[in-house]
């Protein structure tokens, strides 16, 4: 485990003194490349932060997955091809509300204090854009922020109350609630453009957060996108019809695409007309689970088309003003999402689809185009991250670390090599547990209520069973491996000062009953 450390941008760096004249010449050569580069960086860099809801990494075209042959996110994929594309970025909580405290603190949701999507948020604690104006940046969040009570921080700022509403959403504006026409990706883009036009100083350099809703359940595009993917067949996961042997746990789930997925309400055959084929009494078993994926597919998609059309119009902008060169480009999710995988639709346990997020980000002059990370990355390193690039220094008590050196192409020498997850909450048959990963080997621990009072364990071996199939807890030839990701486990949970469950319920309650 890595100890805390204060990270400082090359282009920050001071230039260390040489002596010799062969090393002088190498000096001025190096010094006029670092001239010319910091021409295109002489300014400080705005920030477009593009951020939404429920993104699967299979979703975004630029990774590897059986929908990427599809391309239907060309604008997100191109931010990729002019930087970079982290493989294995992950969330320290798979579910809304606490995924976006951690972006703004920097802190897993026990320094946070946000387990759920239930309790309160205190606005009140230190959150990186209250620090951001030392800076000199002004800052603005346009969309979903899914945290109850009044946001601090921000300049400026118009927000989604709860999820928010796709068709004519109501924002929370500093004049109050206003409602405005249209759907939820296109208005927060509308919203964001207006502020950029109209309320932005041209004489600070801004971070801009736009938090689409989008594709978050119950999946709904902008009518020009109703149809989009109608006679489209996507291809299906090889889980769609896992049993979950080897996991009880997992067989006790909520969100299958068979048993859960509402025909109504989710895929919307009771008002859409093309629809009307999965009330037909026939279709049944298999069968229906298949008509059903495919119909999720086809909204979820339209939804990330239509984000994606949004993604492209903001960077156009930025093109037509000039800014794009000096504007880091950042595209991430609160969490990843199932996809089918596993038979499901949701997100909330530590596999690989909830888990894992898509995150991809261009910076001119700093980052190399069409790289690939596969360093661990962490949406607790968010918050430190902005700060970093604004060359303001980050609180001691973020737990994260910035991602400026990973995006200068160095890894620092004491870089992470484990991640801690914790999920809180009982909901859609999700059992609480908290987990480590280091890459390969995956160990999480269930705990709580429904396991009445007996924790039950599961560890993967990621190299032979990427798809977390095979429960290997309990056999035999594990027990080494296994050891160590128990020792790991508790250094991570000694390493971010996490209470004792009971602690942390009791806590979560609490606050839940107060409410």
Not at 93 to 112: D, E, F, I, Q
Request: net charge negative; aromatic share 12%; charged share 25%.
């Amino acid at each position: 485990m890595h100890t805390k450390r204060v990270m400082k941008s090359i282009y920050r760096r001071p230039v260390a003194s040489v002596v010799t004249l062969s090393m002088k010449l190498h000096l001025v050569s190096v010094l006029i490349i670092l001239t010319s580069c910091a021409l295109i960086r002489a300014e400080q860099p705005n920030i477009l932060w593009l951020f939404c809801d429920d993104m699967a990494v299979n979703g975004i075209s630029a990774y590897d997955s059986r929908f990427s042959d599809m391309k239907i996110t060309p604008n997100i994929d191109r931010i990729a091809e002019e930087g970079v594309r982290f493989e294995r970025c992950y969330v320290s909580n798979s579910v809304c509300a606490p995924s976006r405290a951690t972006l703004l603190t920097g802190k897993h949701s026990h320094k946070n204090g946000k387990y759920g999507n239930i309790e309160p948020y205190n606005h009140d604690q230190m959150q990186f854009q209250k620090l951001i104006g030392q800076g000199g940046y002004q800052s603005a969040i346009i969309g979903k922020t899914h945290l109850p009570g009044s946001i601090q921080g921000f300049d400026y700022w118009e927000t989604l109350p709860g999820h928010g509403l796709y068709e004519n959403p109501v924002f929370i504006t500093a004049e109050g609630k206003v409602r405005f026409e249209g759907h939820s990706s296109d208005v927060i883009a509308d919203r964001a453009l207006n502020w950029y036009n109209t309320k932005r100083d041209p004489e600070k350099p801004f971070i801009l957060m736009v938090h689409f809703k989008a594709p978050h359940r119950d999946w709904t595009p902008a009518p020009r996108f109703v149809e989009a993917f109608k006679e489209a067949t996507f291809p299906e996961p090889d889980t769609l019809f896992d049993n979950y042997a080897t996991r009880e746990r997992a067989a006790a789930h909520a969100m299958g695409i068979g048993a859960h997925m509402k025909i109504g309400s989710d895929l919307k055959a009771d008002h859409w007309p093309h629809r009307s084929y999965l009330l037909d009494e026939d279709l049944k078993g298999e069968a229906l689970i298949r008509a059903k994926y495919q119909a999720y597919m086809r909204d979820y998609f339209a939804c990330v088309a239509g984000v994606d059309e949004n993604v492209g119009r903001l960077v156009q902008q930025l093109k037509d003003d000039g800014l794009y060169d000096n504007t880091i480009v950042m595209f991430s999710s609160d969490q990843g999402f199932y996809l089918g995988e596993h038979g499901w639709f949701d997100k909330r346990w530590m596999y690989e689809e909830s888990f894992r997020t898509p995150f991809v980000a261009k910076w001119k002059g700093v980052i190399e185009p069409s790289t690939v990370n596969e360093d661990l990355a962490q949406n607790i390193d968010f918050a430190p991250t902005f700060l970093d690039i604004a060359g303001v220094a980050a609180p001691g008590d973020m737990q994260g670390e910035s991602l400026v050196p990973l995006f200068e192409g160095q890894t620092p020498d004491d870089w992470r090599t484990s991640l801690y997850y914790h999920y809180y909450m009982e909901g859609h048959g999700t059992t609480r547990h908290e987990g480590v990963s280091d890459g390969n080997f995956k160990f999480i621990r269930f705990y709580g209520r429904k396991t009445k009072g007996e924790d039950v364990f599961e560890l993967y071996d990621l190299n032979k069973d990427p798809a977390e199939m095979n429960n290997v807890y309990g056999n035999p030839e594990m027990a080494g491996k296994l050891a160590k990701m128990k020792a790991e486990l508790a250094l991570l949970r000694d390493y971010y000062d996490v209470p004792d469950q009971e602690v942390v319920m009791m806590k979560r309650e609490k606050k839940v009953k107060s409410k």
